[in-house]
T-cell receptor, first 117, second 111 residues
Framework: KAGVTQTPRYLIKTRGQQVTLSCSPI?????VSWYQQTPGQGLQFLFE???????NKGNFPGRFSGRQFSNSRSEMNVSTLELGDSALYLC????????????????FGPGTRLTVL | QQQVKQSPQSLIVQKGGISIINCAYE??????FPWYQQFPGKGPALLIA?????SEKKEGRFTISFNKSAKQFSLHIMDSQPGDSATYFC??????????FGAGTTVTVRA
């Protein structure tokens, strides 16, 4: 079974631009979560989607947004890029998310390395 | 505000030795505690996970010890190998699919 795939793997943008990152979960997985990884802040939760609905959101400004499609693929968008947005953006998928129950295993993709100049 | 505190930041161990990484949490609503391994240029990969109703879980050379009353859990890597050199993250969640990660521990295994 193919793992989580993320495209593109690397991106270079300039301040003020916007960017869209894509994530394809493992086949059959319906929950997709996004995380930002930086040397200073570590791994931080951005948001989680299930059945095209955002169920949970981390403490990031509104410039960070996402969506999920009917085939469970997900995209995240960052508008008006800032230097501090340079990071590795990771997508993770889970099999059967049941609200209120302990988090099931999250499988991470290789990430998209975003550099903002 | 970091919800999961991880130590040490880095450690060096000889081949065949034991690596021990500790994590502590405050939120008693957490009920799932995974450990992830990350190599440079790769995404984190799940190593082993535990729930609070179990005090210890072992998978191969990796063991999680969990102390619910102390709100602490740790990862032991037995018979450490050079291929274990990586960054290890502990994490916790409370059934909302939002993982709170520790800051990470870089493990270097010397041959």
């Amino acid at each position: 079974k193919a793992g989580v795939t993320q495209t593109p793997r690397y991106l270079i943008k300039t301040r003020g631009q916007q960017v869209t990152l894509s994530c394809s979960p493992i086949s059959g997985h319906r929950s997709v979560s996004w995380y930002q990884q930086t040397p200073g802040q570590g791994l931080q939760f951005l948001f989680e989607y299930f059945s095209e609905t955002q169920r949970n959101k981390g403490n990031f400004p509104g410039r960070f947004s996402g969506r999920q499609f009917s085939n469970s693929r997900s995209e995240m968008n960052v508008s008006t890029l800032e230097l501090g947005d340079s990071a590795l953006y990771l997508c993770a998928s889970s099999l059967y998310p049941i609200p209120g129950q302990s988090t099931d295993t999250q499988y991470f993709g290789p990430g998209t390395r975003l550099t903002v100049l | 505000q970091q919800q999961v505190k991880q130590s040490p930041q880095s450690l060096i161990v000889q081949k065949g030795g034991i690596s021990i990484i500790n994590c502590a949490y405050e939120n008693t609503a957490f009920d799932y505690f995974p450990w992830y391994q990350q190599f440079p240029g790769k995404g984190p990969a799940l190593l082993i996970a535990i729930r609070p109703d179990v005090s210890e879980k072992k998978e191969g050379r990796f063991t999680i010890s969990f102390n619910k009353s102390a709100k602490q859990f740790s990862l032991h890597i037995m018979d450490s190998q050079p291929g274990d050199s990586a960054t290890y993250f502990c994490a916790a969640s409370r059934g909302d699919y939002k993982l709170s990660f520790g800051a990470g521990t870089t493990v270097t295994v010397r041959a």
